[in-house]
C-alpha cells in the first residue's frame, strides 16, 4: 500500500511539472487577456475604445512599450495612465504589447 502511494505521488509531480510546461505558451496569451480586461473599462474590449480615449487596437508594439514605460516613470504627461502603468512589470508590458498589437483596428 504504502509503495503505491508514493508511485501515485511521484507520477502527480510528475504531471505537475509537465503541465506547466506545456501550457505556459497558452497561459501567456491568457494572462494578457486578463491584463488587458482592466484595460477595457476605459480603452474598450480589446483596445477598441469609444469616445474620446486612445484607441490601442493595433497599436504598435514599439509605441506601446515606450507609451507604458514613459508612463510609468511619469516622463509622459498623462491624467490617468500614471496610475493605471505603476500596476504592471515590464513584462507584462511587453505581453499588453503583444495582445493589443494583434487586435484589429
Ligand atoms: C480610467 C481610464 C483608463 C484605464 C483603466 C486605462 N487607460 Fe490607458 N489611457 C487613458 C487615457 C485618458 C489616456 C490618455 C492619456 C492620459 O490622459 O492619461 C490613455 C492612454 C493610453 C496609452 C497611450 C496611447 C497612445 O496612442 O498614445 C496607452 C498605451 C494606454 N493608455 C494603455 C493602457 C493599458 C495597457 C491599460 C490597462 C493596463 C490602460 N491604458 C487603462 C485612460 C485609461
Redesign the pocket.
Known amino acids: 500500500m504504502k509503495m503505491i502511494k508514493q508511485q501515485m505521488f511521484a507520477i502527480a509531480c510528475a504531471i505537475g511539472l509537465a503541465l506547466p510546461m506545456a501550457s505556459a505558451h497558452a497561459e501567456a496569451g491568457k494572462h494578457a487577456r486578463n491584463?488587458?480586461a482592466?484595460?477595457?473599462?476605459?480603452?474598450g474590449t480589446n483596445g477598441h475604445s469609444v469616445g474620446?480615449?486612445?484607441?490601442?487596437a493595433g497599436?504598435d508594439k514599439g509605441?506601446?512599450v515606450s507609451?507604458?514605460k514613459d508612463?510609468k516613470s511619469g516622463a509622459r504627461?498623462?491624467?490617468?495612465?500614471?496610475q493605471?502603468?505603476k500596476?504592471?512589470t515590464d513584462q507584462e508590458?511587453e505581453m499588453?504589447a503583444d495582445f493589443?498589437a494583434a487586435q484589429k483596428r
Not at 38 to 43: E, I, K
Not at 52 to 56: R, V
Not at 77 to 82: E, S
Open positions: 491584463l488587458a482592466s484595460c477595457a473599462a476605459c480603452h474620446g480615449t486612445p484607441l490601442l497599436l509605441l506601446f507609451a507604458m508612463f504627461p498623462a491624467t490617468v495612465m500614471h493605471h502603468a500596476g504592471y508590458f499588453l493589443f
